[in-house]
């Protein structure tokens, strides 16, 4: 015997969304200030959770869409968090966790039939929107090294150095999180309740995914850059501007400012 889905109404599977947004703060508030293994294993329980409700229960697609979007955010928890990465040289670790969160992104398109268009990934007015980009995260990345403060992470400054952080800061920082917070769960957290929810909503579970700085300065700070990230895709349709903004606000942050600051770079 077939057994029947139960069916959710809008407000219930509105309700739904917020509870996988309360999970998310909760996990990661575990993983960062109390235990990171029961971080992990409520990331895991999350994701479960989320994949069975969608699967047991009748809703509107667009929720269904926003669900799998944002259950991507505990997976990438998971998988980032518990592989063995001791086995990996340090200077190559960067790109091998963004490339997990890369590959969640991609097998999440290929399931949903999404083209690269679809997520922002244009090549429309590439050089225009790019050098908007760059010149916004000129701005904002002494605005960061500021609530941050990082210490240079060699003894000094090598032009090597600052080239490979912009491809790792550009080309795997910036593309993995603009694709998933702005091209998949902007995207579909505004299909579902409207373009100004989505846009807060995304820059909330993008600051809360910062969490891990320990600092509430920090939190404040990627809040309202993601904002501005979700602005500039939904004004422009393209990544192109915020994988800019990200990767050149992030090379400033760790490989230009602290070894200015430090007397290192004249």
């Not at 790109?95 to 690269?116: D, G, Q, R, T």
């Not at 760059?134 to 090294?145: A, H, K, M, N, R």
């Not at 090379?251 to 290192?264: C, D, Q, R």
Request: glycine content about 6%; some cysteine; proline content about 4%.
């Amino acid at each position: 015997m077939k057994l029947k889905k139960v069916v959710f109404s809008k407000l219930q599977a509105t309700l739904f969304i917020l509870s996988i947004f309360l999970a998310i703060v909760i996990a990661e508030y575990i993983f960062t200030y109390r235990d990171a293994g029961y971080g992990i294993v409520l990331c895991l329980a999350v994701t479960i959770v989320i994949y069975v409700i969608i699967s047991a229960v009748d809703m509107q697609q667009n929720f269904i869409n926003a669900a799998e979007s944002l259950a991507i955010i505990p997976l990438y928890v998971l998988f980032t968090s518990s592989l063995p990465w001791f086995f990996i040289d340090q200077q190559f670790l960067l790109p091998a966790v963004y490339s997990i969160i890369l590959a969640l992104c991609f097998w999440h398109m290929h399931e949903k039939n999404l083209e690269l268009h679809n997520v922002g990934l244009k090549g429309n007015n590439l050089l225009k929107y790019a050098m908007i980009g760059i010149l916004i995260g000129l701005f904002t990345g002494p605005v960061e090294y500021w609530v941050l403060k990082p210490v240079p992470s060699f003894p000094t400054f090598e032009l090597k150095y600052l080239l490979r952080d912009i491809v790792y800061m550009t080309f795997f920082v910036g593309l993995g999180e603009e694709l998933l917070f702005r091209g998949l769960i902007q995207k579909d957290l505004i299909d579902t309740f409207g373009t100004r929810t989505g846009i807060l909503g995304q820059a909330f579970l993008f600051a809360v995914m910062h969490m891990t700085w320990r600092s509430p300065l920090e939190l404040a700070f990627t809040f309202f850059a993601g904002i501005l990230f979700g602005i500039l895709y939904h004004r422009t349709g393209s990544l192109t501007a915020p994988i800019a903004f990200h990767g050149i606000n992030n090379t400033m942050l760790v490989s230009v400012l602290p070894y200015y600051f430090a007397g290192l770079l004249l």
